[in-house]
């Protein structure tokens, strides 16, 4: 059963959907519609009922030494990507 929305939008871009609706050769409900469906459709990738903080939690922890120069790393990763590792 299909049921009736009202909704307000700027002027201008009423006209460029207008434009679109009619270039696809769809109505205004339908692209609306189908909107929605992929709205409320998205997977977020997480294991079902478990929530981003939780899945962040659980993944590996990476133990690296103290001493552990992480700006040296990125710039000789750097260097290797672009062929420049031996000025390393």
Known sequence: M????????DAELLDKIKRYADKEEKSISS????HFEK?????????KGMSLVEY????????FPEDFDYKEEYYK????KLGYEDLF
């Open 77 to 80: 990763a750097k260097a290797k």
């Open 39 to 47: 709205l409320i459709s998205r997977k977020t990738g997480l294991p």
């Open 31 to 34: 692209l609306v519609e189908e």
């Open 56 to 63: 962040m939690q659980s993944l590996p922890k990476f133990d």
């Open 2 to 9: 299909k049921k009736r929305l009202n909704i307000t939008i």
